[in-house]
């Protein structure tokens, strides 16, 4: 069975972010859950599943459940990194479209930057006889390769951090407000070549929460319900010397299947939200996902194309890079797209949204999964 249209996102919450000093990740979660619920006008004890997953505990939906003081008909923990939520929203969809829940909960909550565990976490793999600082030297081997195939040079790297900083500005939430240049990020401080300090996420504090529930129930909540529309989950390493072309990663079947369940293309996207935990990320999954061809991300993001006034608004909160990144970012880059659909977004907000793209990342851009949203118009 499809999964077009079958269910809906009803609320959502966000916490502060940046540091949140004397928190744990589960307060902080539980402030995230209630601004969702408070969102959707429901009570806690409505919410029959929960999806959840962290870096801190290996039992994090039992933990939420006994948290609430809830007893949820249906649980999943799955833990696939930082695509883990955009993979936790297939599952409820799923969960919910069989009738094994009714209000569905995915939630997150994180004190990376202040709390006694350090993130990321350490990620001991058999590479590390070659010493790699992870998580960032996967990543700067990807970025290394395509600039040698395609000749993408360090400067349009760099514009994808100027893009996002640009739509931060425009987000008062956000961490990262300061003016950035292009050069500004060329010349910061080097970290694994050829990714610098500006090319490299956040690290902050931060909850975030969503409800969702079956289309029969959608427009019986007070905000505007946004509908998933499609969504793809591929992964073909785990190890980043398995990797099979480190130019092209999993979300360009995972976008495919999506865009397929969505029945809809590339083109017909308004807003597009992606896990930029580096800057090589951004240029890597809109070839993938069909945004640009291979090899052309790099001039595609060039010249403010994906910055406020271009033509493809590309993680207009300001993503990881500028906005925020508590580990697992991809609760986030689903929330700014549903508020986008919403028309919550302020400053920011991209005209006449009704349809965005996602996709999150996780491990060594090893599991992608990606998602189409939409308004009701768009069922």
Known sequence: MSLRGETAVVGVGLTEFGGLPGHTHMEIMAKAIDKAITDAGIH???????????????????????????????????????????????????????GLCNVALICYGSNSATGPFTHPPAMHTVEDVYRPRNPITPYALAANRHMHEFGTTREQLAEV??????????????????????????????????LGKFDCCLISD??????????DRAQD???????????????????????????????KEAAAAAFSMAGVTPADIDVVELYDAFTINTILFLEDMGFCEKGEGGAFVSNGNIAPGGSLPVNTNGGGLSCVHPGMYGMFLMIEAVQQLRGECGERQVDNAKMAACNGSGGFLASQVSAIFGTQETL
């Open 44 to 98: 806690k004890d409505e919410i029959d599943g929960i999806f959840s997953a962290n870096f801190v505990e290996m039992l994090t939906p039992l933990t939420v459940a006994e948290y609430l003081g809830i007893n949820p008909t249906y649980m999943d923990g799955t833990n696939t990194g930082g695509s883990v939520f955009v993979n936790s929203m297939q599952s409820a969809a799923a969960a919910l479209s069989l």
């Open 161 to 194: 951090a100027v893009s996002a900083r640009a739509w931060a500005q425009l987000n008062p939430a956000a961490t990262m407000r300061d003016p950035l240049s292009v050069e500004d990020v060329v010349n910061a401080r080097m970290i694994v070549d050829p």
């Open 206 to 215: 931060g909850g975030a929460a969503m409800i969702m529930v079956r289309k």
């Open 221 to 251: 909540f007070p905000k505007k319900p946004v509908y998933m529309l499609g969504v793809g989950s591929r992964t073909d390493h785990n190890l980043i010397s398995c990797m099979p072309d480190l130019t092209t990663t999993a979300a």
